[in-house]
């Protein structure tokens, strides 16, 4: 049975500062350029089959650089609209809110170009992905199935293909530039990696990037991963 392989972008301004970033397409900075470059051995020994991604120029440059092909973007791959809270940071949003957690409260509305979404929209979203590739990860001689994408998103995917609710996804830290594995056991999903960094060629890492392309906390303490590649990420 395929696998499916998670790749979230690498570095931004933004993931750098903590700052939400949902729909506004930046650009990889120059570290997060080298991290997409650095994610090719770990990608090249795989079959694939298909590749998607984020319409969001960061996933698709993070795709290309990681030397994917035939990529193809796909709408519902885009990040969680943080509506009104997009470009702030949680320290920001927590001076009038200090109980905020995005994955209980969710985001306030914002203008017309990103009026918010709820979390069940997000995990809406993330089933339409799962369901579109489901033939190819049920195919007994086919290749991984890749998807390029942001940081929460992929968080609520992974809960979602678990048989897990949209909130699950709190559970499951991603750090830029790292590639994850779902395959199964027994016929089920379930985790083979998770949070996989790249050698990056300039010496830093995924894991001293801000995690989740808009983090909950700059200072929240490290987590422990499962996994090939798994170790210790250090708090921001």
Same mark, same amino acid.
């Given at each position: 049975?395929?696998?499916?392989?998670?790749?979230?972008?690498?570095?931004?301004? /933004?993931?750098?500062?903590?700052?939400?970033?949902?729909?506004?397409?930046?650009?990889?900075?120059?570290?997060?350029?080298?991290?997409?470059?650095?994610?090719?051995?770990?990608?090249?020994?795989?079959?694939?089959?298909?590749?998607?991604?984020?319409?969001?120029?960061? @996933?698709?440059?993070?795709?290309?650089?990681?030397?994917?092909? *035939?990529?193809?973007?796909?709408?519902?791959?885009?990040? /969680?609209?943080?509506?009104?809270?997009?470009?702030?940071?949680?320290?920001?949003?927590?001076?009038?809110?200090? *109980? /905020?957690?995005?994955?209980? *409260?969710?985001?306030?509305?914002?203008?017309?170009?990103?009026?918010?979404?709820?979390?069940?929209?997000?995990?809406?979203?993330?089933?339409?992905?799962?369901?579109?590739?489901?033939?190819?990860?049920?195919?007994?001689?086919?290749?991984?199935?890749?998807?390029?994408?942001?940081?929460?998103?992929?968080?609520?995917?992974?809960?979602?293909?678990?048989?897990?609710?949209?909130?699950?996804?709190?559970?499951?830290?991603?750090?830029?530039?790292?590639?994850?594995?779902?395959?199964?056991?027994?016929?089920?999903? @379930?985790?083979?990696? /998770?949070?996989?960094?790249?050698?990056?060629?300039?010496?830093?890492?995924?894991?001293d990037a801000i995690p989740d392309g808009a983090p909950e906390s700059a200072s929240e303490g490290s987590s422990g991963r499962v996994g090939t590649g798994a170790r @210790?990420?250090?708090?921001?």
């Open positions: 049975m395929s696998e499916l392989l998670l790749v979230r972008h690498g570095e931004t301004e /933004w993931s750098r500062s903590g700052r939400h970033t949902g729909l506004t397409d930046l650009p990889l900075t120059e570290v997060g350029e080298g991290q997409a470059t650095a994610l090719r051995p770990l990608l090249a020994e795989r079959t694939v089959s298909l590749v998607l991604a984020s319409p969001l120029g960061r @996933a698709v440059r993070t795709a290309e650089l990681a030397g994917l092909t *035939d990529v193809r973007t796909d709408p519902d791959l885009r990040e /969680w609209d943080y509506g009104g809270y997009e470009g702030v940071t949680t320290a920001e949003i927590q001076r009038t809110r200090p *109980d /905020w957690y995005l994955w209980d *409260d969710g985001v306030v509305p914002g203008p017309a170009e990103h009026p918010g979404e709820t979390l069940d929209e997000v995990g809406a979203r993330a089933d339409r992905v799962l369901a579109r590739i489901a033939p190819r990860l049920r195919s007994a001689d086919g290749g991984d199935v890749v998807l390029v994408a942001h940081g929460h998103f992929l968080r609520v995917l992974t809960a979602r293909r678990l048989g897990l609710p949209p909130a699950a996804g709190a559970l499951f830290r991603l750090d830029t530039a790292t590639v994850s594995r779902i395959g199964t056991e027994h016929g089920r999903p @379930a985790l083979v990696a /998770w949070n996989t960094p790249s050698a990056e060629p300039s010496g830093r890492g995924a894991s @210790a990420a250090s708090a921001r």
